[in-house]
Structures are given as C-alpha cells and as structure tokens.
C-alpha cells in the first residue's frame, strides 16, 4: 500500500487542524491505520491508531479528548482532526499502515511522507 499524507500547516494555539491519508495499492481495508509524529529532538510516536474497520480506535493519553482518527474506506482515506492544538503539538505527523496489531507501533511497516504541523502560541 502507498500512502500519501497532507493537510498540516501552521494554525494558533486553540486551533484545529485535519490532515488527510490517501492510500492506494492493496485493499486499504486490510489495514490498521495509524497517526505518528515527531517533534524535533524526541522520538516517534505513535498518537492515533484505528482498526480496520474503524470501530475500535487508540490515543495516546495527551491527545485523547482532542484528535479523533477516523477513515472511510470506500475513499480509502484516514483522517485525524486535531482541536483544541497546543504548542507541544508542533511535529512532523505521518500515516501509517499495519496489518498486524493496530495499536501496536512496532508492527506499522508502510509509511507515507510526513506532514508538519505548527501550533503557534
């Protein structure tokens, strides 16, 4: 599966952003898919994982009650809308696919390109 990643930019603390993750190749429903970032000097991680079928998600806890992942696999699309954003949100956010464990980083081996996003404060 290729990925392809967009929609970051650079919005105000408070602000809300939705990037976007267009797939193609191999069925995308046969795949987890996963929101990851990072913030220059620390280390990827893994904010945001949803099932295959969308019905069971996963956030890290300083996201949850803020980013919400989704997708719509007849469009084989994720999305992840970030509100309420802070500054600590700035990083580099990239899609991902799995077909193994959808909340487990380790098992992601398709990526797309990242996407920044800054907050400003």
């Known amino acids: 599966v290729q990925l392809q990643a967009s929609g970051g930019g650079l919005v105000l603390a408070g602000g809300s952003l939705r990037p976007s993750c267009a797939a193609s190749?191999?069925?995308?429903?046969?795949?987890?898919m996963g929101w990851f970032r990072q913030a220059p000097g620390k280390e990827r991680e893994l904010v945001a994982a949803?099932?295959?079928?969308?019905?069971?998600?996963y956030y890290v806890d300083s996201v949850k009650g803020r980013f919400t992942i989704s997708r719509d696999n007849a469009r084989n699309t994720a999305y992840l809308q970030m509100n309420s954003l802070k500054s600590e949100d700035t990083a580099v956010y990239y899609c991902?696919?799995?077909?193994?464990?959808?909340?487990?980083?380790?098992?992601?081996?398709?990526w797309g390109q990242g996407t920044l996003v800054t907050v400003s404060s």
């Open positions: 190749g191999r069925t995308f429903s046969s795949y987890g």
């Open positions: 949803s099932s295959r079928s969308g019905s069971s998600t």
């Open positions: 991902a696919a799995t077909m193994g464990t959808y909340y487990a980083a380790r098992t992601y081996n398709y």
